[in-house]
């Protein structure tokens, strides 16, 4: 049994961790709609750009 399920939750532009962070935003990618993407409160203000890993959208 692999337990991996869980989603890490770091922001995917800043690769920060988001434990701390209770304003992130998660949304799934809107291209593939297959990952879901995370991004701390600071990228979202800075609408830093981030990049699917599954279909290579960018983004915000
Ligand atoms: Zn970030
Ligand atoms: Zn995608």
Request: charged share 20%.
């Amino acid at each position: 049994m692999v337990g991996d399920v869980l989603v890490q939750m770091v922001c995917i532009s800043c690769k920060r961790n988001l434990l701390g962070d209770n304003k992130f935003t998660s949304f799934p990618c809107p291209k593939c709609g297959e990952t879901v993407i995370f991004r701390c409160s600071k990228c979202k203000t800075l609408s830093n750009e981030y990049t699917c890993e599954k279909c290579g959208f960018i983004g915000p």
